[in-house]
């Protein structure tokens, strides 16, 4: 299974960000996610970019290249009806993923425009949220029997 991991605007800055966001970096986050695939045999790409239209391209290229998207589009979560069309064109599963619980932030995070395509969201799971994403992905569409997905 192919598994494109975009992390949005300001992931980039872990490490160095608001204390809730604890004190790894995002090139640990990255580590963290390759391996966490790399136990589940998937082939996992992770990218970020603080630009709206990088994201954009991002997953419109995934259409063929992979089989589903974890996403933390971060702040454009709450902003990007680009990357909402994105998605639905791009066609393919995708978990929303966010560090912190955004239920419980500000009101301005309360809505997200990932969740009317996402059909998971993962929040407030440091971390351990794009490992429960990328589980959660195998176990419901990659078939290691024949290498195909199940659906």
């Not at 589940?40 to 239209?53: D, I, P, T």
């Not at 971060?74 to 069309?85: E, G, M, P």
């Not at 969740?115 to 195998?138: N, R, T």
Request: hydrophobic share 40%; net charge neutral.
């Amino acid at each position: 299974m192919r598994v494109l991991v975009l992390n949005g605007p300001n992931l980039n800055m872990l490490g160095v960000r608001e204390k809730r966001y604890g004190t790894w970096s995002y090139s640990e986050l990255v580590e963290s996610i390759k391996q966490e695939g790399g136990t589940k045999a998937h082939f996992v790409r992770a990218l970020q970019s603080n630009c709206e239209g990088r994201l954009v391209t991002a997953i419109q290229r995934a259409r063929r290249r992979f089989d589903a998207i974890v996403l933390n589009a971060a702040a454009y979560t709450f902003t990007s009806i680009a990357i909402l069309d994105a998605l639905k064109a791009a066609d393919l599963p995708v978990v929303e993923v966010h560090l912190t619980d955004i239920g419980s932030r500000e009101d301005f995070r309360k809505f997200s425009y990932v969740a009317l395509y996402a059909e998971k969201a993962i929040v407030g799971k440091g971390f351990q949220g794009h490992a429960e994403a990328l589980e959660y992905l195998s176990d419901k569409y990659w078939d290691p029997g024949d290498g195909s997905g199940k659906e």
